[in-house]
């Protein structure tokens, strides 16, 4: 079937998530088998699944890039977008979850709800993406559905609605029961390709009355008419199920639980069938919002249909093989091959030389493509990942970027010839293109190359990119942690500048007030009147400010919860220049931030360590060594998780130091949650000189 058919309705466009080694991926590649889509299964432990196409992901056995791929079942269009469990790739979920219109959430059956399960739950739901939970490895010892939804409903105030009951559990689960149609499924083969739905076996009945009731009640109470029905005694018929699970669905009112082992083969294919009767096409889902990139106040509705003008977000840019490839999101309008299209924010002109469905790792070609669909497009020099693209010539919209964390951690990087100097450029900025999340500067002082980024795994498989994919030769520094700096009381300041250039005399003066604000990102404010200040300076002043921001007075450091009040200014006739606006503004800065007082501030991670209990006592004390606050202490089964608050600058190398403490057996996950004084006496050590 070729996706010009698909109208918009048969469309999914989906996302898994889940923690690591929940089974994502395994899932994923049984989906694309029974899908037809593959010919044979690959094994995450074999380090042969057909997701995990990078070669880094094939020797950690873990995701790391999402790949985008397209399969069909009962005649719908499935986008499939795979993604990384690990916070390091935060960006990578967020831009998924961005961009998709439904996800699957899968859990481990005896792991339940793990730590970052409820990090991209936290994600799917700041979207308002619907979903559906798949509990996976039900044939595993200790295997528990209640358990799983219990947790689901207490750590991610979930409602799910449980649509099977597993045959059988552990080493026996042979099959489920679907409590919507009241078929039993068991398979007939290894592959789990043949299957039966028959009669359920009377020794399950009891069980199902059960839950079918309280399934049958559920749905009932969302709609008045089928609450009647239902009142009346009449029962629903499957259609009327299926119809009343689909809306709560979609107004995130339930979770639909589904089950299985995605390892032996059980319960993929009912849950495709779920994908297609539960999830939203992309006709469900509020039409996309953007503006006009020069004004921003003004709203623009994206019409999910063909005769709109093209609106499209580049959410992931990628290089591979064959060059760049731009992932991009269709909202509404169509793309075709060859078509020059512009990039809203900088106006910049692009061509799309081929456009392509992907599936992992190769491609078909596709010469026309309309709204919902998910592609991969070459030809693109310049949009970078939350870029909007617009067709040439009709009004310009810009779509909310996704949102990205700032970075936490920096390393130093040095090439080793002249040579390598020349191309590590190059690669580092196709990089920051592709990743959002990771950033280089060049030090002012030290002339220092220095790349930031979430944490150490996240810049240690940058480097590698740079020096194995890229063969860039390069020596890396340690890791360490970016600081921020903030004021701490407030104070003024004025600044002036002067000077002729280009045969023009430029000057302006500027009066501000500088103070701390609560909100991390700074604020200013222009309050001086229009007879003072030409708002057509505003820009130059708005220019200044976000420069005196960059780097604060303590250690260079980007400084955040500022505050700043532009009360009064000047400049003379014919000597009106922004240049001059712009450096009166620093300057004015610089004085209010000296007055003011500013202190340093740190990252300040959620971590979470789960442990067997012998280990416990241990791991606390090395905590409390390292200036952790431990928040809380939960049982999770017959595991001890410890929730704290741990300073990153504390954490180097913690994963090597748990590994110790526990003959391997405690885990962990961390985040970057806040930042927070650093203590006085840790100053001089950081800045390298005695602020006092
Ligand atoms: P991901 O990190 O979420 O992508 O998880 P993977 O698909 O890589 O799976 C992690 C590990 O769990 C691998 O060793 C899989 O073989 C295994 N696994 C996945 N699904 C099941 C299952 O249903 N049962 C069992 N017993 N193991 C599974
Ligand atoms: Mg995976």
Known sequence: MSAKNTPLGHIRNIGIIAHIDAGKTTTTERILYYSGKEHRMGEVHEGTAIMDYMQDEQERGITITSAATTFFWQKHQVNLIDTPGHVDFTAEVERSLRVLDGAVAVFCGVGGVEAQSETVWRQADRYH????????????????????????????????LQLQLPIGIEDNFKGIIDLVTLEQITYDDETGEKFTRSAIDPEHLEEVELHRLHLVESIAESDEELMEKYLLEEDLSVEELKAGIRKLTLERKITPVLLGSSLRNKGVQPLLDAIVDYLPSPKD?????GHDPKDHTQNITCIPSRKEPLCALAFKIT?????????????????????????????????????????AEHRDRETLVGPGEIVGVSGFKFAATGDSICADGSELIELEPPKFPSTVISMAIEPRSNDDRDKLM??????????????????????????????????????????????VACNTGNPRVTYREAVTGSGSGKGEFEQAMGGKEHYAQVQLNVRRIAESEPELKISAPESVINPHSHRAIEEGFSGGCISGPLGGYPIIHLGCEVTGGATREGCESEVAFTAATEAAMRQAIQQAGAELLEPIMSLEVTTPDEFMGGIIHDLNGRRCEVQEI???????????KAPLAEMFGYATVVRGL???RASYSMEPSAFAPVPRKKWESILGYNPS
């Open 129 to 160: 993406v619907p979903a559906l939970a798949f509990i996976n490895k039900l044939d595993r010892s200790g295997a528990e559905v209640e358990h799983v939804l219990a947790e689901m409903r207490e750590r991610l105030h979930a409602n799910p």
């Open 634 to 644: 939960a049982d999770r089964g017959n595991l001890k998780v410890v929730h704290a």
């Open 319 to 359: 290089d591979d093989q064959h060059g760049p490839l731009t992932f991009l999101r269709i909202y509404s309008g169509e793309l075709k091959e060859g078509e020059k299209v512009i990039v809203s924010a900088s106006g910049r002109k692009e061509r799309a030389s081929r456009i392509w469905r992907m599936h």
């Open 426 to 471: 190059d690669v580092l900025q196709r990089l920051t293109r592709e990743d959002p999340t990771f950033a280089y500067r060049t030090d002012a002082e030290t002339g220092q190359l220095i790349l930031s980024g979430m944490g150490e795994l996240h810049l240690d498989i940058i480097a590698t990119r740079i020096t194995r994919d890229y063969k």
């Open 662 to 664: 526990s003959t391997g």
């Open 285 to 289: 889902v509020p039409p996309m919002i």
